[in-house]
């Protein structure tokens, strides 16, 4: 569905370019997680694939068909959930998804539904300058799905909310994956790319530095360790690495004469990997 060579791309009056040469090609029906720290490129490839701006290096094909051969039916085929949410305040929720939908050459999906699924069915018909933060930001990502386009791009779409609508949002975007819809996700946010995304890729100042699904990333850069909890005249827990774990002598020893509280094993986090493989950390980062 997207397929990206050497693509490279440098601001008005910026020496140093911004998207210095990558590469990357996403499936049918992906979710793909494009992973960086603020700065990193992520925002401007994906106002680059979807014409935002313009000025790039390299080779953009979408579905099959050069991003510069494309007339203004490119817009019919995708949708944008923006990181930061924008609409026009007098007009109620409902309203701005109509005029939004009216843009469209296709019949637009049942707007109040979309409006139920993300919890905005009361406030329907209050302006937008009356929503919360949260709110907006819900609003902001059903209005990507108003017109059922084959490719979705979601910059950073659980900020701002409470767990309780993030995960919604996310059981969204499964959802949206059943149905066969192809997923550009940006974001910093290593659990929801780690839940969500079947390949992530990590970049950092313009460059693609390591690509695969989480779990493979996981497995070679990280290192599984099992962690035991037991009692020895006061609550201890210690760490051991899972490889020839029955020949560990320590490990031997804590289960045949120490009272286990908890064992579990703990492989390595997306955000673990990432520092590892970019020393860059993405913890607490805010765009």
């Given at each position: ?7 490279r791309?440098?601001?008005p ?17 992906e979710i ?18 979807t014409?935002l701006?313009?000025g790039?290096?390299g ?11 494309w007339?203004?039916?490119y817009y ?6 923006f990181?930061?949410?924008?609409h026009?305040a ?5 309203e701005?998804?109509k ?6 050459d296709?019949?637009?999906?049942n707007?109040m539904?979309?409006?139920?699924q ?12 009356d ?9 902001n990502f ?11 791009f ?5 900020t ?7 995960r ?15 997923i550009?996700?940006t ?30 990333l ?5 290192k ?11 609550l201890k ?17 804590i289960?045949?004469k ?13 955000d ?9 950390n993405l ?5």
């Open positions: 569905m997207i397929d990206i060579e050497n693509l791309f440098s601001y009056k910026q020496t140093d370019d911004t998207i210095k040469g990558i590469n990357f090609s996403i499936k049918e029906g793909y997680g494009f992973l960086g720290p603020s700065g990193a490129g992520k925002s401007t490839t994906q106002k680059i694939i014409r701006v313009n790039f290096q080779k953009v094909w979408i579905m099959g068909k050069d991003l510069k051969n007339n203004n039916d019919n085929h995708i949708g944008v959930g990181e930061l949410p924008n026009y007098k007009l109620t929720g409902l701005n998804l005029l939004f939908a009216s843009l469209y296709k019949f637009p999906q707007l539904g979309l409006l139920e993300v919890g905005l069915a009361e406030a329907a018909h209050q302006k937008t300058q929503y919360s933060k949260g709110m907006k930001m819900r609003l059903v209005r990507a799905l108003i017109h059922d386009p084959d490719i979705l979601f910059d950073e779409p659980t701002g909310l409470d767990p309780v609508n993030a919604n949002i996310k059981n969204i975007i499964k959802d949206l994956k059943q149905q066969g819809k192809t550009f996700l974001t910093h946010n290593m659990y929801d790319a780690d839940e969500l995304c079947d390949r992530v890729a990590f970049i950092t100042e313009g460059l693609i530095k390591a690509e695969d699904a989480p779990k493979a996981k497995l070679k850069y990280g599984p360790l099992l962690n035991v909890e037991y009692e020895d005249s006061d827990s210690v760490e051991f690495d899972l490889k020839n774990l029955g020949q560990n002598q320590e490990f031997m020893k289960i045949k120490q009272r286990i509280i908890s064992m579990h094993t703990r492989e390595a986090s997306l673990e990997v990432f520092v590892k493989i970019t020393g860059e913890t607490n980062i805010e765009e």
